[in-house]
């Protein structure tokens, strides 16, 4: 169904750039309204809305930097005042701030939590609250509400050299899943998106040279990098109904990273 998402109104956190780009596209583009939430790129959120609209659909950019409680709460409480509710919280806003482990700042350990993990708290809870207050709308979406977390293979996969952005995805993990077992009676649903290595800004220097693309490739059988839309057509799918009987499940994207491809060759 290509209006899968029609009279939903859905919230994208970091949607100025990369994934959350195209996962408030993909939103838009099966019905829903967006809100289009930059940290602090405005005009990456101005292209993200012009594009929405371009397609005929409908977005609101709103300047919130996911890390602040008072923040998220008045760019939810601004959301409600212009769409009246929110059916959809898609947490995607993170960041990496790389360092050895030992030369790692407590300052670089908690700006990446603070983003990642904390971001990623205030918003699933904003969200939960505002389906609790307006209760079910059978006709408009099966669920309640549907929260998903923009994880990361990082989840699962160990990664020396970032290991505040790891503890970060191991914490979405477990928030994920306590969340969904927690607010599974209120017929709300809360799953994870794990990417693989999608060709976004975040990871642009893993790309930079052909040599590193090669590199890259060899962590992944499937051998291509990842399309932000990729991850946009999933996110759409696991919003609707089609995907109403999924709830705290990780759904790894990932052309098969997860699969350990050193060992195909250890036969
Ligand atoms: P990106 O850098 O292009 O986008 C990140 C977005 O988050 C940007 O719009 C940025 O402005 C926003 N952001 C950062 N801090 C913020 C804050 N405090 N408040 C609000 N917004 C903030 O990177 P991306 O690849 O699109 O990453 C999106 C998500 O996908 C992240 O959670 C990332 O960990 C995850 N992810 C990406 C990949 C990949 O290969 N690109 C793989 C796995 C997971």
């Not at 300047?63 to 409680?69: F, L, P, Q, R, T």
């Not at 309640?144 to 923009?150: V, W």
Request: charged fraction near 20%; include cysteine; proline fraction near 4%.
């Amino acid at each position: 169904d290509p209006r899968r998402l029609a009279n939903q109104i859905a919230l994208v956190t970091g949607a100025s750039s990369g994934i959350g780009v195209a996962v408030a596209v993909a939103l838009a583009a099966h019905g829903a309204s967006v809100v289009v939430n930059y940290g602090h790129d405005e005009e990456g959120a101005k292209a993200t809305v012009a594009t929405i609209e371009a397609a005929g659909g409908t977005a609101l950019a709103i300047k919130a930097d996911v890390s602040k409680e008072d923040e998220v709460q008045a760019m939810f409480k601004q959301t409600i005042e212009r769409f009246g509710t929110v059916h959809i919280v898609v947490a995607n806003a993170g960041l990496q701030v790389d360092a050895k482990f030992v030369d790692m700042t407590l300052a670089q350990w908690q700006k990446v939590i603070d983003v990642n993990l904390t971001g990623q708290f205030l918003c699933l809870r904003e969200g939960a609250r505002e389906f609790i207050r307006r209760g079910e709308q059978p006709e408009i979406s099966r669920a309640t509400g549907k929260l998903i977390c923009m994880s990361s293979v990082h989840e699962v996969i160990p990664w020396a050299g970032h290991v505040n952005y790891a503890a970060s995805k191991g914490g979405i993990m477990q928030l994920m899943k306590s969340t969904a077992q927690e607010l599974a009676p209120h017929k709300i649903r809360v799953n994870s998106i794990a990417p693989g290595a999608i060709a976004t800004p975040i990871n642009l220097s893993a790309r930079d040279t052909p040599e590193e693309e090669k590199a890259l490739l060899t962590l992944i059988p499937y051998n291509r990098v990842g399309d932000p839309a990729d991850i946009g057509n999933l996110a759409a799918w696991l919003a609707s109904d089609e995907a109403d009987y999924i709830t705290g499940q990780t759904i790894f994207m990932d052309g098969g990273m997860t699969l350990y491809p050193g060992f195909a060759d250890n036969g």
